[in-house]
């Protein structure tokens, strides 16, 4: 396999529509946007085989719950023998406004308990990333019950026309564009 784009989430009807889920609605819309071959349901994850521009790629959704995604992850990694540089991890940030990217290269977990898994099993911060923001947490609300807050239709609305802009980097990662050219032009 050429590429691995993981979508973090959380399995169950429970969050299927959560800000925490953001990562697993992105590979929602890659699957629909593009399609995929085969759909395996293995090394605990959901996973679906698929060609972006010509190259194979596996969508992740870690079935493990965020807080243990990085066991999840590393499992595909070993067993499909694909090297850290060509994972692309999607997930939540708390600190960006609803629905802007930002990619990344490194850096710490910032409190995202999925990222400080993956830190975990894979021994380094050093790993290609998507944030997507959630929006300020309100005031009213504790961090866990905004992440884990649903949201509206016309949210799900709005954040889907954001990843329509967000493929056109998905494309240069899998086309092997350099993380910081991507960086540049969509941070």
Same mark, same amino acid.
């Given at each position: 396999?050429?590429?691995?784009?993981?979508?973090?989430?959380?399995?169950?009807?429970?969050?299927?529509?959560?800000?925490?889920?953001?990562?697993?609605?992105?590979?929602?819309? $890659?699957?629909?946007?593009?399609?995929?071959?085969? /759909?395996?349901?293995?090394?605990?994850?959901?996973?679906?085989?698929?060609?972006?521009?010509?190259?194979?790629?596996?969508?992740?959704?870690?079935?493990?719950?965020? =807080?243990?995604? &990085?066991?999840? %992850?590393?499992?595909?990694?070993?067993?499909?023998? %694909?090297?850290?540089?060509?994972?692309?991890?999607?997930?939540?940030?708390?600190? $960006?406004?609803?629905?802007?990217?930002?990619?990344?290269? =490194?850096?710490?977990? &910032?409190?995202?308990?999925?990222?400080?898994?993956?830190?975990?099993?894979?021994?380094?911060?050093?790993?290609?990333?998507?944030?997507?923001?959630?929006? *300020?947490?309100?005031?009213?609300? /504790? %961090?866990?019950?905004?992440?884990?807050?649903?949201?509206?239709?016309?949210? *799900?609305?709005?954040?889907? /026309?954001?990843?329509?802009?967000?493929?056109?980097?998905?494309?240069?990662?899998?086309?092997?564009?350099?993380?910081?050219?991507?960086?540049?032009?969509?941070?």
């Amino acid at each position: 396999m050429d590429k691995l784009i993981v979508g973090l989430g959380n399995p169950g009807k429970d969050y299927q529509n959560t800000r925490h889920n953001f990562g697993w609605m992105f590979i929602d819309f $890659l699957l629909e946007k593009y399609g995929f071959d085969k /759909k395996q349901e293995k090394l605990k994850s959901e996973l679906y085989f698929t060609k972006i521009n010509g190259k194979k790629v596996i969508l992740q959704k870690p079935l493990t719950y965020m =807080n243990l995604s &990085g066991e999840a %992850i590393v499992s595909v990694m070993n067993f499909y023998k %694909i090297e850290k540089k060509d994972i692309l991890i999607v997930h939540d940030d708390k600190d $960006l406004d609803f629905g802007i990217p930002r990619f990344k290269t =490194n850096g710490s977990a &910032g409190g995202q308990n999925g990222v400080k898994n993956i830190i975990q099993q894979l021994g380094t911060q050093d790993f290609n990333r998507l944030r997507v923001g959630i929006g *300020k947490v309100d005031p009213n609300y /504790k %961090i866990i019950d905004w992440v884990m807050k649903d949201i509206t239709q016309s949210q *799900k609305d709005e954040l889907k /026309k954001e990843f329509i802009k967000f493929c056109e980097g998905i494309e240069m990662f899998i086309n092997d564009q350099e993380m910081i050219k991507i960086m540049n032009k969509f941070n």
